[in-house]
């Protein structure tokens, strides 16, 4: 059913993509609060190869010490029907298709991007431009050699279950859907422009990112995550949405974590935890202390 296998894809796209090898630095924080609870939070790896594990011998002794995990959404659990009906009612246009919503530049570019992956355009035809920015990078990562039945949110989903740990959500499906789905008509087709634009290069830039990666750069992933956002104010609004916004969320929820006393193991996209506005700069304003392991 293409509605259920859509949403595990908004599930997974919606985070960082990278790659994980040993480097200088990990991507993984131990946050401490007031009362000296700990919290350990680890850039997000939600598509891979083989080689990424097993994983670095700190990184899994930290999910040692955790009885809880948290995750952005809990992609092992089962999507209820009510969820795929939102999904459905919210990614469809009620009559008519993207070609009345996008310009015949970026109708053509779409269209010459399904036929280079295979992708039948009037089967998505009446879709909105935020469903299709996310089908087009599940597509480009399918072209690359990472898999998502390989990234570590899923490694440790299931260890986690394996282990009886509690599983916590920090934003949950319907809520990704939500902002995705309310974002507005000229954002929607700026986040579709992006991908579109992003597909002629996609690999190279993906190089570039995995090497930041290995090489425990923030800044240049920085750079590399969120430089497309500053294009015009539509790009702007897109990001405020997808990332600054989830960020706030996320240092709340990290926060509320630490006051339970219970040690937890978060994970989500490694793009959260860069640049100004990230989680950890978030936290640290708040007066937790932030350590880099």
Not at 67 to 83: H, L, N
Not at 193 to 215: F, I, P, R
Not at 269 to 275: E, I, L, S
Request: glycine residues 4%; proline residues 1%.
């Amino acid at each position: 059913m293409k509605s259920k296998k859509s949403c595990t894809l908004i599930i997974i796209i919606l985070l960082f993509i990278c790659l994980n090898a040993k480097g200088n630095k990990n991507m993984i924080w131990e946050i401490t609060s007031f009362d000296e609870n700990k919290v350990y939070v680890l850039g997000s790896i939600h598509a891979a190869s083989d080689n990424l594990y097993p994983l670095n011998k700190i990184v899994e002794e930290k999910y040692l010490e955790c009885s809880q995990i948290a995750v952005e959404a809990d992609i092992t659990k089962k999507q209820t029907k009510e969820i795929q009906t939102f999904l459905m009612a919210t990614s469809l246009y009620e009559d008519g298709t993207i070609a009345e919503h996008i310009s015949e530049n970026y109708l053509d570019k779409l269209k010459n991007i399904c036929k280079k992956y295979n992708l039948n355009f009037d089967s998505y035809k009446n879709y909105k431009p935020w469903f299709w920015a996310m089908t087009l990078e599940q597509i480009k990562i399918q072209h690359t050699n990472l898999d998502f039945e390989k990234g570590i949110d899923l490694y440790f989903l299931k260890k986690a279950k394996q282990d009886k740990k509690e599983i916590l959500e920090l934003e949950g499906l319907f809520e990704q859907i939500s902002f995705l789905s309310g974002l507005s008509d000229s954002t929607q087709i700026s986040f579709l422009e992006l991908t579109v634009n992003d597909s002629l290069d996609y690999v190279e830039e993906l190089k570039q990112v995995v090497k930041a990666w290995k090489m425990g750069k923030t800044k240049e992933l920085d750079f590399l995550l969120l430089k497309e956002f500053n294009q015009n104010k539509h790009t702007k609004q897109l990001y405020e949405i997808l990332v600054v916004e989830r960020n706030i969320r996320i240092a709340k929820k990290i926060g509320e974590y630490l006051a339970t006393g219970e040690n937890v193991f978060v994970i989500a996209g490694a793009a959260h935890f860069v640049g100004t506005e990230s989680v950890l700069q978030i936290l640290r304003k708040k007066g937790y202390f932030i350590k880099r392991l």
